[in-house]
């Protein structure tokens, strides 16, 4: 069966570090776009960061630049998400997400097809 599964969340004062990871099982990412995302209650999934397997282009949301940093290990089928200086406007359940790449167009408009369920990341003032 193919399955993404994410672990590293938790609860982190403003202004720590968190690093997620998102792993893998039945398939492997090859040249997929891999993403992450986050939602908080209420409100749709917002796109975080995602790179190309394609040529490992990266992007990220304006509200993460230069605090997060997205990267993966293909070798071991496993994504990451490096988040610092966290904000409590951060807190949300962050799910990975798997789709076809879109070199051309960029992988923030991917739609992703395949997703995780989730790790729950809480930042306190």
């Known amino acids: 069966e193919m399955e993404l599964a994410e672990s590293g969340g938790g609860l982190v004062q403003a202004g720590g570090s968190l690093t997620l990871s998102c792993t893998a099982s039945g398939f492997t990412f090859d040249s997929a776009a891999i993403a992450w995302f986050r939602q908080v209650p209420g409100k749709e999934h917002e796109g975080v960061s995602c790179i190309s397997g394609t040529d490992g282009t990266t992007w990220y949301a304006d509200s993460v630049k230069g605090r997060f940093t997205i990267s993966n290990d293909n070798a071991k089928n496993t994504l990451f998400l490096q988040m610092n200086s966290l904000k409590p406007e951060d807190t949300a359940s962050y799910s990975c997400?798997?789709?076809?790449?879109?070199?051309?167009?960029?992988?923030?408009?991917?739609?992703?097809?395949?997703w995780g369920r989730g790790t729950q990341v809480t930042v306190s003032s």
């Open positions: 997400a798997v789709g076809r790449d879109l070199p051309s167009e960029g992988c923030e408009r991917v739609a992703y097809a395949k």
